[in-house]
């Protein structure tokens, strides 16, 4: 069993930026490959980013790529997502996830694990 939390969420200008940390206990953090996803106001969750549990790789939804940077540190259980140039559309609910599988997915359905979520509100 992983419990996560998020952490690093809150109230930035558009242009702003915020790193958002998800903090996971148990041993077995680096072997989960790990995901970010958002809900906005009024939609559906959606993909943010995702890294494989030895972080070889990973991905990016279109809405933030060469804007958002995922990264994780195994001796810390703890993964990140750095946020630049953000936007008022980047407002939302930010979760992070975690999989089973050493190599993350953009579908929701492949992790097993969610934080409660942390808010980031972008203000115009």
């Known amino acids: 069993q992983v419990q996560l939390v998020e952490s690093g969420g809150g109230l930035v200008q558009a242009g702003g930026s915020l790193r958002l940390s998800c903090t996971a206990s148990?041993?077995?953090?680096?072997?989960?490959?790990m995901g970010w996803f958002r809900r906005a106001p009024g939609k559906e969750r959606e993909f943010v980013a995702g890294i494989w549990s030895n972080s070889y790789s990973t991905d990016y939804a279109d809405s933030a790529k060469g804007r958002f940077t995922i990264s994780r540190d195994n001796a810390k259980n703890t993964m990140y997502l750095q946020m630049n140039s953000l936007k008022p559309e980047d407002t939302a609910v930010y979760y992070c996830?975690?999989?089973?599988?050493?190599?993350?997915?953009?579908?929701?359905?492949?992790?097993?694990?969610w934080g409660p979520g942390t808010q980031v509100i972008v203000s115009s």
């Open positions: 996830a975690g999989s089973s599988t050493s190599y993350s997915s953009n579908d929701q359905g492949t992790y097993d694990y």
């Open positions: 148990g041993r077995t953090f680096s072997r989960y490959a």
